[in-house]
């Protein structure tokens, strides 16, 4: 009878043992694999935290008071948002100290007038006095200028962008007189690499001061890419404001002796692409007898390209309004890379009134982006109240129900 009660307890002994050995070793592969530092050749852009106005709480937000903006900005230092992966310790986290750009000093030091003098790309004396002495016309037809600096790192195959500030910008909004302005950038045609900076709150001449580092871009390529900003002022209760845009072809840029420091005035958005946003094919058809609405959005032609830097990915979504208030929504399927889509997607509306009087329908063409915004390409509004081609179909379908009518309408500005 011992015997059997020994090599119990020993069996046991020896299952513990085991388990516990087991357990023991897996732990030690996943910590030794947690401190590996990934290699920074396979990252794109590093931005150290979420900036975007939406996402951040109550606490965070920015511009929220005069006062604690003034006591943030002596206790904290002008830290860049680029992160450097090689600075990590072996245990994966970030040093205390931020690492420092050797010229980051005088930028910060940097008058307005010193910075026009020093920057290698500079404006004409002409240009530059036209600015400090515009009249009250020319100041409502000028957008702002745009100050930044761009560098290549050699060692780490590394393009950098510092977006420093802009001057003079617009008011959006008209109660306050100002704005909230934030910047999106682009690196054209791939548009694989998209930032954008945090949201300043009301003022005219934001001072970003935010660097943004974009790896894997070998110097050879640099005099094919350009860089696109967008300028937007951040609204909370509707789609943010557009104030305009610079295009920078980086052709001819010679980045090999060193940070360049540049300046563009802001020009209106899709200038470049005024004679047309493109064309809408529309079937409507209003059925008395059910007070419904069917609506079938068939094509689009002659979408303009997205960005400057190819074809857009279209999709279209349709808002009905009952007293200019939104009652219902519907959206297409996107349809990928083309100028010109069929859809062939068809939507019934219930309308809860007799008749279209006080019925609207708004069309938004919009170029599908998994890493940003949806931006509108178009927009057609159709209604009692509208102008053109919009008035007229509506007209013909409250006139003819139960007929399906189609007609092609002109796309206006987003």
């Not at 074809?311 to 009652?327: E, M, Q, T």
């Amino acid at each position: 009878d011992e015997i059997p009660t020994v090599v119990g307890i020993f069996s046991a002994f020896g299952l513990v043992f085991s388990v516990s050995l087991f357990a023991w070793i897996c732990c030690q592969r996943k910590s030794s694999k947690a401190n590996k530092t990934p290699p920074y050749k396979f990252v794109h852009v590093l931005k150290g935290v979420d900036i975007y106005p939406e996402n951040l709480n109550s606490k965070k937000k920015f511009g929220a008071d005069d006062k604690s903006e003034a006591k943030n900005k002596s206790a904290m230092p002008k830290n860049s948002l680029h992160l450097d992966l090689e600075k990590r310790d072996l245990n994966g986290n970030f040093p205390k100290t931020a690492p420092k750009i050797q010229s980051s000093p005088e930028l910060e030091n940097l008058s307005p007038k010193l910075f026009a003098e020093r920057k290698k790309d500079s404006v004409s004396p002409d240009s530059l006095k036209s600015i400090t002495s515009l009249s009250s016309e020319d100041k409502q037809d000028k957008l702002g200028t745009l100050f930044f600096s761009l560098e290549y790192n050699f060692e780490k195959k590394a393009f950098v962008v510092n977006i420093k500030e802009a001057r003079g910008l617009p008011a959006m909004d008209e109660q306050s007189m100002t704005s909230d302005p934030y910047i999106k950038m682009t690196i054209l045609p791939e548009k694989k690499h998209k930032v954008k900076t945090r949201v300043l709150r009301k003022t005219l001449d934001p001072a970003f001061d935010e660097t943004f580092t974009f790896y894997g871009i070998p110097y050879s390529q640099i005099q094919d890419l350009t860089l696109h900003f967008m300028i937007l002022s951040f609204d909370r209760f509707s789609r943010d404001d557009v104030i305009g845009e610079v295009l920078i072809p980086l052709t001819g840029i010679e980045l090999s002796e060193g940070r360049l420091l540049m300046d563009r005035e802001i020009s209106k958005r899709n200038v470049r692409k005024s004679s047309g946003r493109g064309e809408l094919l529309i079937s409507l058809c209003y059925q008395s007898t059910t007070n419904t609405l069917t609506v079938v959005v068939l094509k689009a032609r002659h979408l303009p390209k997205s960005d400057v830097s190819g074809l857009s990915d279209p999709y279209v979504k349709v808002n009905l309004y009952h007293a200019k208030k939104r009652i219902s929504k519907k959206k297409t399927h996107v349809k990928k890379c083309t100028p010109n889509a069929v859809f062939n997607e068809l939507f019934v509306f219930d309308i809860p009134c007799e008749g279209l009087d006080d019925i609207s329908i708004e069309f938004l063409v919009l170029d599908s982006d998994r890493g940003s915004r949806n931006e509108v390409i178009g927009r057609l509004t159709l209604g009692s109240s509208a102008e053109g081609t919009g008035g007229e179909h509506w007209k013909e379908i409250c006139e003819y129900p139960r007929r399906q009518i189609a007609k092609w309408h002109m796309l206006c500005d987003g």
